[in-house]
């Protein structure tokens, strides 16, 4: 398994990963693809190649608009996207979706983390996550925020990240509906 840059080239799998058994509502499904395609967009004129295979790496810049992008893959938006892809056969093992947070120093919010369902319980997501983290810091990011439901998974996402290293930083119930709450994770990097 390695970890690249999203290609346009793995929309399809990513959109059947986040559709079945991902346990996402069809709004959420929703958000997720219009994440992945602003990620996606190649509108950036400073895409360049790199290591991870379509984006580059590199320190925080400030745009006109406030927010820090960095130079390479990230799109006009700031969202980036990293692919987790078998080995032999390219096939899309899982992603995750992830961008700087506007108006603060350093710090990012992690908008999806997706492991298809054949592929969990074998350290995809943990490889993926730390993938991005290293990534993160190497560009001088500091911290690293989860909004996510309660019921995620069963509870199954809150185990996640407590054992990726993330701290319960606030919850707010009820949130999402009655019974489901709203789950407040960081982890510094
Ligand atoms: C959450 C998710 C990304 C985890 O991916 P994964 O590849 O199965 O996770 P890993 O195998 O890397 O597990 C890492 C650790 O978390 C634990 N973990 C992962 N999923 C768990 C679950 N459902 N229940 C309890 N613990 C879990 C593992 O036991 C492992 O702990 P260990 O290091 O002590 O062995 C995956 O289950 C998923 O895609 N779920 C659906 C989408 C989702 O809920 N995403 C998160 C919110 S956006």
Redesign the pocket.
Same mark, same amino acid.
């Given at each position: 398994m390695r970890i690249r840059s999203v290609l346009p080239s793995d929309r399809s799998q990513l959109i059947d990963i986040l559709s079945q058994g991902?346990?996402?509502r069809s709004e959420e499904v929703a958000c997720a693809i219009e994440l992945l395609d602003a990620a996606l967009d190649p509108s950036d004129p400073t895409q360049e190649k790199d290591a991870w295979g379509a984006g580059g790496l590199g320190p925080p810049r400030t745009t006109a608009g406030g927010s820090e992008p960095s130079q390479g893959s990230v799109n006009k938006d700031g969202y980036e996207a990293r692919v987790a892809v078998a080995n032999d056969n390219e096939r899309v093992l899982?992603y995750a979706c992830f961008g700087t947070t506007p108006m603060t120093e350093a710090a990012y919010d992690l908008y999806?983390? &997706? &492991?298809a369902e054949d %592929? =969990?319980? +074998?350290?995809?997501? %943990? %490889?993926l996550f730390a993938g991005v983290a290293d990534e993160l810091k190497q560009r001088g990011g500091r911290i690293i925020r &989860?909004e $996510?439901s309660s019921l995620? !998974? +069963? !509870?199954? %996402?809150r =185990?996640?990240y407590e054992? $990726?290293g993330f701290k319960l930083s606030g919850a707010i119930p009820d949130f999402y509906r009655q019974g489901d709450d709203l789950l407040l994770f960081a982890k510094v990097l």
């Open positions: 991902a346990g996402f899982g999806w983390l &997706v &492991v %592929a =969990r319980g +074998q350290g995809i997501g %943990a %490889a &989860v $996510t995620e !998974g +069963q !509870g199954g %996402a =185990r996640f054992k $990726t």
